[in-house]
Structure formats: structure tokens, C-alpha cells
């Protein structure tokens, strides 16, 4: 099996690090999340209104790229389909489209040559689940799922045509827009009246993404073990990265949100901090993953302000620190970073980056680093970081003694100005 699963090209992935997510459909409307109409049963007659009524006149995507750029994000992975069944493009294969509710234009086309224009990648994610179309089972997900007539009413529905009708977009959507990067297909749950690999025929599904984008990216969903380039973490961050059964790391991406829930959410109040996010950032890259950060925007189709306000202070942060993420992965083994601290390294530069998440009083000690530190510094103003090792401080109790193989950094005593400071390290 592992020859019929050709790798996708990870390369320029592992080190871009930062990517946007965007949810966006006609559940920006009812504006409580994207899982809408599984979460109130909606019946698909009820749901209509929203796409008679989508239209986002303020839509404007160079916006949209212009400040996942300045965010420092490196490529976009935008829902051409969500769960739904909407779709953002002019599929010949549904009326289910943007181009025919009253705002009357494919928003994928234009949104896509904005992200490259500002020259970030672009990544399809495609949902399996599909609640709008005719020969999609009912199953245990599907909003309707506890109404009896309309299940005994439905029972004809034939998974073989849905799986045609994902090949069909499918080929449409690797075939009509270019080079494509990342195909993100969403989600297996072969659970009891659920549906896996049988179902969307996933191993057809594969070869064709192969065959028409051989080095696509190809995600982690569709139930077909071995398949995939990319494991992708759902709001969580794996405590120590990700490793296959025989201790190799595995590539992996790390999906969060700002506040919850995926498509835009109205009253939602959970919004992360700027400093959180940033963190969050820090952890993923520190583990050797890369965080795809999602904005859901609103029906009128701009980002939420919230959502601008913490991309914006993630920007200021990522113009000064951007290269402790960029190209940087895990630390070796051997270099523990101290406690409130994560480490990131570049093993092109040698470079070793400490992010430093509480700020110490002064001093802070890195152990097995003893003679491997050439120079240092604060990386958001390069400033110098003077640092001593236990040969060289004498012990007089007035001063703190370094520990045995370790390097004491000394540091300023008031934080710098920003979110998480980070002290370059040039290694040896
Ligand atoms: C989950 C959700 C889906 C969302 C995805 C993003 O699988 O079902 O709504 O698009 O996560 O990772």
C-alpha cells in the first residue's frame, strides 16, 4: 500500500509554518458557527433563506489577503465547501452556488488571485459531509437525522452518486484554478450510521487528486490509512508533536480558532488574546507543527473585527519575530528550554530562539548550552544579551551563580515592548 500513496511536497510547508483558514458560506448569515444546521435540526427548507439572502457587497478578497500577508501568514486554505453543501465556485455540477444567490458572483476565483497576488499558497479544503445533496444518506450528523419521515422519505439516497459528485467538483476544482497546494478534505467518522473510506470512495478520490495535482498536499480525513502528507490536530496542540508508531515525526498542522466555532459566530465571547495567539503560534512551531488560524467572516464578507484586531497584533509581533518562526522547527534533542519558555531552531542559521513567556527577573539560565553560545540577542530590537557560564562568574553570593553546563543570560530587567519577547541565539 505504502507505493500506491505518493508523498505531496511538504518542503516549502514545514518551513512557511503560518497559514489562514477561512470559513465562509451562507451560515455567516444566521451567524452562530457553521455547524448551524446540525445543531438546531434545521430542515433544508428552512435553511434557504440564507442563501436567498447572501449577499456580501463588501466583499472585497485583496483586503482579505492584504492582512493574512501582514498577519505573516504564508498560505490560505478556504472552505470551497463546507458541510452544508454550499460552494463558493461556479460547479457545474450544483445550483447549490454562489453564483445563484443574489449577490450573483463566484467569490472563490477572485479570492484566490488575491492570496497569490500578495504571494501566498492556496489550499482547497473540501467538505465529504454533505447535508444539502439529494444522494447523501442520512446519517447520525445529518441535521434532519431524528425525523422519521424524512429519513423513511429519503431511504433511496445512493452514496455512490454522492461520491461521484465529490470526484466530479473534485476534478473541477484541481483542474479550473491552477496549481493548488493543499487539499483538506472534512471528515471520516466511520462510527455507527456514520461514513468512512467505503463511503466517499476514498481510494478513487485520492488517485484522481494525485494524478491531477501530483504534488498536492493531501490531508489526514479520508479514513484511508497511510494516505496522508499531513496530520491535522483539531484545537488542540499535541504535547510533544506527533511521531508515527516507529518514533519519526510525522508533518503536522494544528487547526485553531479565534473564539470557538469555525464560521462567523456573532455573540460568541471566547475570543483568544492576542498574546495567546501568539503563544499559540510559538507552541505549534516549538513542536514542529504548523497552525492554520481561521477567521470566519461575516455575511456582508469582511473579517470580523475581532478578528482583524488580534491578526493585526499577531503582524506587529511576527514583523520583528518572524524569522524564530519561519524555517524553524523543534530543537534538538539536547537543548531543554527553561520553564515559562519554549525553544524554536532554525537548523539552516543554527540559530536556537528562545521565547520567553513569562519575563524572569533578570536572569535566566540555559542548560547544555554551556560553550555553544557565540552571540545573543533580543530579536524585536537587536539588542545585545550579555551572558556568562559557570567558569566565568565567581561565586561571591552577591551575584547569581551560573549552573554547571549552563548559560546564564542577563537580562533586561523590565520586559521589552512586545507580546513574547525572544532572545537569538547563535549557535555553534
Ligand atoms: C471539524 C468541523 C468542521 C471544520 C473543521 C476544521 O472537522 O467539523 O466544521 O471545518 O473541523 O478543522
Request: glycine share 8%.
Amino acid at each position: 500500500m505504502a507505493d500506491f500513496f505518493k508523498k505531496g511536497d511538504t518542503g516549502w510547508f514545514q518551513k512557511d509554518r503560518f497559514g489562514m483558514f477561512i470559513h465562509w458560506g451562507i451560515y455567516a448569515l444566521p451567524a452562530r458557527q457553521a455547524w448551524i444546521r446540525y445543531k438546531d435540526r434545521i430542515k433544508i427548507e428552512d435553511y434557504k433563506k440564507y442563501f436567498d439572502h447572501f449577499y456580501p457587497d463588501l466583499y472585497d478578497p485583496k483586503e482579505w489577503a492584504r492582512t493574512a500577508k501582514k498577519a505573516g501568514m504564508k498560505y490560505l486554505v478556504i472552505t470551497t465547501k463546507h458541510h452544508d453543501g454550499f460552494c463558493l465556485w461556479d460547479s457545474k455540477y450544483t445550483d447549490y452556488k454562489a453564483t445563484n444567490t443574489p449577490y450573483g458572483k463566484d467569490v472563490l476565483k477572485p479570492m484566490i488571485e488575491a492570496f497569490r497576488n500578495e504571494g501566498l499558497r492556496v489550499g482547497f479544503y473540501y467538505s465529504l459531509i454533505d447535508w444539502h445533496h439529494h444522494e447523501f444518506p442520512i446519517d447520525a450528523l445529518h441535521p434532519q437525522r431524528d425525523d422519521k419521515a424524512f429519513r423513511k422519505q429519503e431511504k433511496h439516497r445512493d452514496i455512490t452518486k454522492y461520491a461521484e459528485y465529490m470526484r466530479n467538483q473534485v476534478r473541477e476544482l484541481l483542474t479550473d484554478f491552477g496549481k493548488i497546494d493543499i487539499v483538506w478534505f472534512d471528515f471520516s467518522y466511520p462510527i455507527e450510521n456514520g461514513k468512512g473510506r467505503d463511503d466517499w470512495e476514498s481510494e478513487k478520490l485520492y488517485k484522481l487528486v494525485r494524478e491531477l495535482q501530483p504534488e498536492i498536499i493531501i490531508n489526514d480525513r479520508l479514513d484511508l490509512p497511510g494516505s496522508a502528507d499531513i496530520t491535522t490536530p483539531e484545537q488542540y496542540i499535541p504535547s510533544e508533536g506527533l511521531m508515527d508508531d516507529n518514533g519519526n515525526p510525522i508533518v503536522w498542522e494544528g487547526c485553531q480558532t479565534f473564539s470557538g466555532t469555525w464560521g462567523y459566530n456573532r455573540d460568541e465571547e471566547s475570543w483568544k488574546s492576542v498574546q495567546m495567539l501568539i503563544e499559540m503560534l510559538i507552541n505549534h512551531v516549538s513542536r514542529d507543527g504548523n497552525l492554520l488560524l481561521n477567521v470566519g467572516p461575516t455575511g456582508r464578507g469582511e473579517f470580523d473585527y475581532r478578528a482583524i484586531h488580534c491578526l493585526k497584533g499577531i503582524g506587529e509581533w511576527m514583523k520583528g519575530h518572524s524569522r524564530a518562526i519561519y524555517g524553524c522547527k523543534n530543537p534538538p534533542a539536547e537543548f531543554k528550554a527553561p520553564q515559562d519558555c519554549r525553544y524554536t531552531w532554525n537548523p539552516e542559521t543554527k540559530r536556537l530562539f528562545l521565547h520567553i513567556f513569562a519575563w524572569p527577573f533578570r536572569t535566566i539560565h540555559l542548560e547544555g548550552l554551556d560553550g555553544r553560545v557565540k552571540y545573543a540577542q533580543l530579536l524585536n530590537d537587536g539588542s545585545e544579551i550579555k551572558f556568562s557560564t559557570s567558569e566565568n562568574t565567581v561565586n561571591s553570593g552577591m551575584s547569581e551563580k551560573s549552573k554547571d553546563c549552563a548559560v546564564t543570560l542577563t537580562l533586561p530587567v523590565k520586559k521589552p515592548n512586545v507580546d513574547v519577547p525572544v532572545v537569538e541565539l547563535f549557535i555553534d
